[in-house]
């Protein structure tokens, strides 16, 4: 853990403390600073903004409800993401997990003055997300996304750290095997190279 | 190309360091070992360029519309709502389980102008269905629906506090017919003690059968 996230750390621990005592302003903060970061996270299981704010709202509602039972063993945002995690599989689960297909759907309708590179690389990722299991596509997520070490991945997802491992190292290996190759830089010639 | 033993076990170790090592949170050993492997072999120098562009996109932000101004505003709405108590649960299989059924229903149909008529002895053939109370009611009886919260404990302690008896009910609306045990009726304040009891829903008089 570096510098910035211990401080980021000791920021949370003390709005989660106003939130337990009642302070709708720290919520308000805690609320806008995990957004984004919620946003995307559970972007990777759903396409739909409507469920997506649903979850992040069912998740800060029982981050306002609990906030006096945290206890400090993880950081504040491994707690979070572990809530939202579990609030996304449920809503899953009461929604339908989103068809595969749809996760096109939203980027055909996107403005052209979306940059290009973003564009293509949103493209080429979307390729490879489709072909994960949505556990192996929290993983990859959590840990090349949001930055969270395995050990944190396993907090949250509630799992022992030897399946996160297996579900990081599978997802990428389907990963490497299905994203087709660096635009720009020769194909591979394992094979036909003399 | 040939791979041997140790350059297989290197590439595996390789595709093992590679997370931590674009996290930045490898050890400097971790991370110049990963560097000098990268540097002579070839296909993990792929690999590793094509982790650093997966990663590089799962850091773009989400692209789907979603304002965090209007989801905190619906957020303490909801906080101001007020929790829904899960009473039918508790008493599922309780003895108020009709007099509840029948408060929900009461309130669905507005009390005021069908429950008069659910109340009265009436003879419409209708009507009577809805009544259990075959038996002429002695004159004092009062009908009274008990809210889902009282305790069982809770509705005899008050049956007692004001000298009453149930003699009959819960009838398919809910209501326990109860009567002054002993002591002479004194109608309108035992009425007013039970509406103004936390716990009861309803209390009104039997209409007296002409
Ligand atoms: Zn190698």
């Known amino acids: 853990m570096n510098e910035a996230d211990l401080q980021a750390d000791a920021t949370d621990r003390m709005l989660l403390e106003r939130m337990a005592a009642g302070d709708r302003a720290a919520l308000g903060v805690m609320y806008r600073g995990y957004h984004g970061r919620l946003c995307r996270f559970l972007s990777r299981l759903t396409r739909r903004p409507d469920v997506i704010e649903e979850v992040i709202n069912d998740c800060f509602w029982i981050a306002w409800q609990k906030a006096g039972t945290f206890h400090g063993d993880s950081r504040v945002s491994t707690w ?13 689960r009461q929604h339908g997990d989103e068809p595969v297909d749809e996760d096109t759907v939203p980027q055909e309708r996107l403005p052209s003055h979306d940059p290009g590179d973003d564009r293509e690389l949103r493209d080429w990722l979307g390729k490879g997300l489709e072909k994960l299991s949505v556990d192996q596509r929290v993983v990859i997520e959590l840990v090349y996304g949001v930055g969270h070490s395995l050990d944190d991945v396993a907090v949250i997802m509630q799992c022992p750290v030897g399946t996160v491992k297996a579900r990081l190292f599978h997802a990428r290996v389907k990963l490497r095997n299905v994203l087709p190759a660096l635009a720009g830089e020769p194909a591979r010639l394992k094979e036909g190279a003399p | 190309m040939t791979f041997t033993m140790d350059t297989n076990r290197d590439c595996a170790r390789a595709w093992e360091a590679m997370p931590s090592v674009l996290q930045e949170s490898a050890s400097s050993e971790q991370n110049a070992w990963l560097m000098d492997h990268l540097a002579h072999c070839q296909s993990c120098s792929e690999d590793y360029a094509q982790q650093e562009r997966l990663r590089l996109a799962l850091s773009l932000p989400a692209d789907i519309p979603v304002d965090p101004a209007v989801g905190l505003k619906r957020l303490l709405a909801r906080l101001d709502a007020p929790v829904p108590k899960p009473v039918v649960q508790r008493v599922r299989n309780g003895w108020l389980t009709r007099a509840l059924a029948a408060a929900v229903l009461l309130q669905a149909l507005a009390i005021g102008a069908l429950g008069a008529r659910y109340w009265s002895e009436s003879n419409n053939p209708a009507y009577r269905t809805l009544s259990q109370a075959s038996a002429p009611v002695p004159a004092g009886a009062l009908h009274v629906v008990p809210d889902a919260t009282m305790t069982l404990a809770d509705w005899n302690a008050l049956l ?13 609306v809910g209501a326990y017919t109860v009567v002054p045990s002993g002591a002479p009726a004194t109608g309108a304040p035992t009425l007013q003690k039970l509406r103004a009891t936390r716990g009861i829903r309803l209390a009104e008089p039997v209409a007296s059968v002409p």
């Not at chain 1, 979070?80 to 899953?92: E, Q, S, V």
């Not at chain 2, 007692?160 to 398919?172: I, K, R």
């Open chain 1, 80 to 92: 979070i993401m572990g809530i939202a995690y579990r609030c996304g599989l449920k809503a899953l």
């Open chain 2, 160 to 172: 007692h506090s004001l000298n009453l008896q149930v003699v009959g009910g819960p009838n398919d």
